[in-house]
């Protein structure tokens, strides 16, 4: 899709692709023959630049054809380069500036409360979008209205825009932030699928806290040298990149 | 405006159950009354504008109607993004309130100064934009904001504006609201600056100039036939807000005179910069020429 397009972001996207994986694959709970189901889980992709992961991830679980991908920002498609709801079955909210998606949540996760349901709604974010202030006041907003309904997913592949977080914003202490805050915090490995699926099954692991999991990733993870280089957030691969790259993603394990 | 506004939302929440209402930590002495009637529906956000309208967008997205309440431009400027994105892009049923529209907090200075809300609002994803001249305007623009699925702004004054509408109007969103005729001036105006534009009408009819008031609550969608219909007859149109002259009403009339080669000459009212001085809103509006004698000096010059 990404070479096809000459898109950026690849890099992203392999850093979450194991955790769409699991949740499209086993944890969330969608009809995608009835996108709306009003009893759905909600997944909103607050870091929008991945649009094309979860596509595939949406297209592999039958949203929507998986002959779309091939024409992913073509003139005239329906898939953009950020996650855009409209005509596209199954995206929840359209995202791409950083820092909108945990305050949507918040308020789907709200009305949840209110109205008794019993879905769930799932939040995944970068780790530089939490350079965003809005983050912030979700932060402190969801524990204070006992949102266990919500669950925040970090991608947390150390590696923003322009450097690496460390470099450009330090989020350490990271997970003791989200705790001082409220939240009940699960730190993983977020390319095991074991450990993916647990954090998400036991979700809320407290009662009246809402859930961050701290996905420890590899950008461009699955490909030796797209793997923490920064230059991948930009670089669409070039032919004989992108065959020397499907050949490493598609080898048996 | 406050006190009609919230008695309303009082009586839309009592016979519908999916009203809510957020704000930014303001409404002391307003909002209470809803806050004690519907506490599960009434959430203080706390000074985080940009969370409370992604919240507001959420919460939509889970079928509710949700309004939201800050002053000035603190519901518009800070959390515009998630306006744009959260809320005008996913046509969320939300319903944004700013009081203090225009100079009403005159002497807290230009940051509570609400003077490009109009031509900011005006301008995001199927947004509704309703700026009510009076607090009988108000009481129904606040129903019609409520039975509308759809963004909606809703720009109020404060508190103490004058009841203009002695008998309830035809109010309808993107309808403009006759309220004199008169044969050589149209006067239109937008918001609680409303009572000026018609004691100017009254100056001027006391030296022999007939001016037509039109209160043009929605500005978006704009009433585009009343305006023409009011601009044809007349030798002068004049826009009157408490809004810089670009962006809100003058510019709409403007957009829509020209466009229907109405070839009447516009005067657009309203102001050009912030103002540079210290007073209550009255004082401010003088020193901007939007008192009533302000404008009956303008139109006057316009016309000689």
Redesign the interface.
């Known amino acids: 899709m990404v070479h096809h397009a000459n898109a950026s972001h690849i890099g992203t996207c392999l850093s979450m692709a194991d955790l769409l994986a699991v949740l499209y694959g086993a944890t969330l709970r969608v009809r995608p023959d009835q996108p709306d189901w009003p009893e759905r889980d909600r997944f909103i992709l607050s870091k929008g630049h991945g649009a094309a992961i979860l596509y595939a991830a949406l297209a592999e679980r039958g949203f929507f054809p998986t002959e779309w991908l091939a024409r992913y920002c073509d003139d005239g498609a329906p898939l953009a380069g950020h996650v855009t709801?409209h005509g596209v079955p199954g995206v929840e909210?359209?995202?791409?500036?950083l820092?909108?998606g945990?305050?949507?949540?918040?308020?789907?996760?709200?009305?949840?409360k209110?109205?008794g349901a019993d879905h769930r709604i799932v939040v995944l974010l970068s780790d530089g979008e939490l350079d965003e202030?809005?983050n912030w006041?979700?932060i402190?907003?969801a524990p204070h209205?006992r949102l266990d309904n919500l669950i925040a997913i970090v991608d947390y592949n150390k590696i923003q825009s322009f450097g690496s977080v460390a470099r450009v914003l330090p989020l350490e202490p990271l997970a003791a932030k989200w705790r001082a805050f409220g939240w009940a915090v699960r730190e993983i490995d977020g390319h095991d699928h074991t450990q993916i699926a647990a954090a998400l099954r036991e979700a809320p692991s407290e009662a009246g806290r809402p859930t961050v999991i701290i996905a420890h990733t590899i950008k461009g993870k699955g490909v030796s040298f797209m793997e923490g280089e920064l230059a991948w957030h930009y670089r669409s691969p070039n032919d004989e990149q992108l065959a020397a790259a499907l050949a490493e993603v598609e080898r048996p394990l | 405006m406050r006190t009609a506004f919230i008695e309303t939302l009082c009586d839309v929440a009592q016979q519908d159950e999916r009203v809510w209402l957020l704000c930014g930590d303001l409404g002391y002495s307003v909002l209470e009354r809803f806050a004690e009637r519907f506490p599960e529906r009434f959430i203080n956000m706390g000074v985080a504008e940009q969370n409370m309208m992604g919240v507001a967008a959420g919460l939509a997205r889970g079928g509710k109607i949700v309004f939201t309440y800050s002053i000035a431009n603190f519901p518009v400027m800070r959390c515009l993004e998630q306006i744009r994105n959260d809320i005008g892009y996913h046509a969320a049923n939300v319903k944004i309130v700013a009081v203090g529209g225009g100079m009403a907090y005159g002497t807290a200075g230009y940051t509570h100064h609400g003077v490009e809300d109009l031509a900011v609002m005006r301008v995001m994803p199927n947004m509704t934009v309703i700026a009510p001249g009076d607090p009988v305007e108000t009481r129904l623009a606040t129903r019609a904001v409520a039975a509308h699925n759809g963004p909606c702004y809703l720009r109020l004054g404060k508190g103490g504006e004058p009841v203009v509408h002695t008998t309830p109007p035809e109010f309808a969103i993107g309808r403009a609201l006759i309220l004199r005729a008169g044969a050589d001036v149209a006067l239109l105006s937008t918001g609680a600056i409303l009572p000026m534009a018609l004691a100017a009408s009254d100056i001027l009819a006391d030296t022999g100039v007939g001016a037509a008031v039109v209160s043009v609550p929605t500005l978006r969608p704009l009433d585009r036939a009343a305006i023409i219909r009011a601009a044809v007859p007349a030798r002068l149109v004049v826009t009157v807000e408490e809004h810089l002259t670009w962006g809100g009403l003058g510019s709409a009339v403007a957009e829509v005179l020209s466009e229907e080669s109405v070839g009447v000459r516009l005067l657009r009212l309203g102001l050009t910069a912030a103002p540079d001085t210290v007073g209550a809103q009255a004082y401010l509006r003088r020193q901007s020429g939007l008192d009533a004698t302000g404008i009956a000096e303008a139109v006057r010059a316009a016309l000689a």
């Open positions: 709801h909210h359209s995202t791409g500036s820092g909108h945990l305050p949507v949540g918040c308020g789907m996760a709200l009305a949840a209110a109205d202030g809005s006041e979700a402190l907003f209205h």
